[in-house]
């Protein structure tokens, strides 16, 4: 009967489809999770060698090279994909280059400004005492998202799996051996940083892109700087905001408490945000050509509920399980002075949950063109999620902080998910019904795993952790299969 009711060959043929959306999730994900699976094997071994002190200080310039990197290209790259004729594409990724260069540029010369008078602030940190490295990295994430655009265009899926499947592997093996070798310390867990990023870069980088740059005229710019104006107008805040509010925490644990809450917090994002990079980061990439396709039609709409039906199938079962787990085993895994980390981890993993939902579907505000109200979704998500942290900053209890940012998180990403779905033409009432029924169904395929988590019961965890997956794959399958079908 359970062989009737569901078929593993079916399951595991989907996985082998050669056309659609699943052809291209299947061709990133084998880079990716290759990657992916890399970095968890090495996540043990770098928190044996970086201590949470210099992780959190390593986190302070990855955050500050996210924020600013992910709109140094003014958001141009987000368009790359867009125009029908190569070349007027060729002249968006032309004034996104431009406006990454210029961008890190301005960030050099702003801490340097800064430093030199005098202040406080910006001294004793790793990323303002050294702005040369803190602008390259700027830079190199701004090209970086320009050619993965491109790429995109191409439906070059292959490239984009290669390129993150370094970004995600490559870093943590490569500084675990860095560190080993010449010594913990915060510039060697940076360097490797911008090494890789760089090495993503060149396999990415498009053939023949320089000559067909430089056919590009001043005219073709400036068309595209006008056509897509709203991008930098709108979008870029929108995604700035958006990029701070996930990276602030780090900044004002590192200022309000210490930087081991910092480097605690920055490992919980790390490990939690996996699924997002293979997952989440993949689904958005290979559908958004679909969208594109689908966006005058009637179908558009069927299509974005689908995917939110199966992100919501797919994500809140293994967040909570993950979550329960840390809370008691996160110091044996990585270490005993990361054993602080494993509440965090529990906080952090309620909102990663929705966020996992969010991500690509926010693909769909960029198909529609929709930057202002991408824009004020990010400026309220920013003030509701930041509030917690700046009611308990300077407290004695980090946690509190901590808890207060995740649930603050949670309700955001549900009601942001919401919003898309509305914009898509999917009525509140039935999107609110379906994150309803959806999450509750989750929650009671969970919670007999999670009880016994909690009651360190490893006979119960052994019956209830199988029946968990299997109705969790069962469920997930079904809704996967009308996204990739």
Known sequence: ????????????????????????????????????????????????????????????????????GVVSALRYDAAVPLPERNRSAAAVLSV????????????????????YLGLDDLKGRFAFDHPSLLSLGIFVVGVLAAFTSWAIRDSDFARISKSQAVQSGAVGIVQVCVGALLGPSVAALVAVYILVQAIAISILTPRGWSVGIRKIDRE????????????????????AINTLAAHAPIILFAIWYSGILAGYYAVAVRILSMPITLIGRTLSQSVMPRLIALKETDSFTPAVEAIFRALLSFSIVPFLIVGALSKSYFGVVFGDNWAGAGIVVFWTSIWVAFQFIYSPLSI?????????????????????????????????????????????????????????????????????????????????????????????????????????IYLWIRRTYAQVKSVVI
């Open 364 to 468: 769909v505000l960029v198909v529609l063109e929709r930057q202002k109200l991408n824009l004020g979704i990010q400026v309220a998500s920013f003030v509701v999620r930041i509030l917690p942290v700046l009611f308990f900053a300077g407290g004695a209890v980090g946690s509190w902080a901590v808890a207060g940012f995740s649930l603050a998180s949670m309700v955001v990403y549900q009601a942001t998910c919401l919003v898309v779905l509305g914009v898509s033409g999917v009525p509140l009432a039935k999107g609110a019904r379906t994150l309803f029924v959806e999450a509750s169904i989750s929650l009671l395929i969970a919670l007999p795993a999670v009880a016994a988590i909690e009651m360190h019961s490893i006979w119960m965890l052994l019956v209830t952790a199988p029946v968990a």
């Open 96 to 115: 996104a280059l431009l406006a990454a260069a210029s961008i890190s540029i301005a960030a050099f010369c702003v801490i340097v400004l800064g430093r």
């Open 220 to 239: 073709m710019l400036g068309s595209a700087l006008v056509r897509y104006r709203h991008f930098p107008k709108y979008d870029a805040p929108a995604v």
């Open 1 to 68: 009967m359970v062989a009737a009711a569901f078929q593993w060959r079916d399951f595991l043929g989907l996985f082998r489809a050669k056309a659609g959306v699943f052809a291209s999730m299947v061709t990133l994900m084998r880079g990716v999770a290759f990657g992916q699976i890399a970095a968890l094997l090495a996540a043990p071994l770098l928190t044996r060698v970086f201590g949470p002190e210099i992780f959190g200080e390593y986190s302070l310039f990855v955050s500050l090279v996210a924020t600013v």
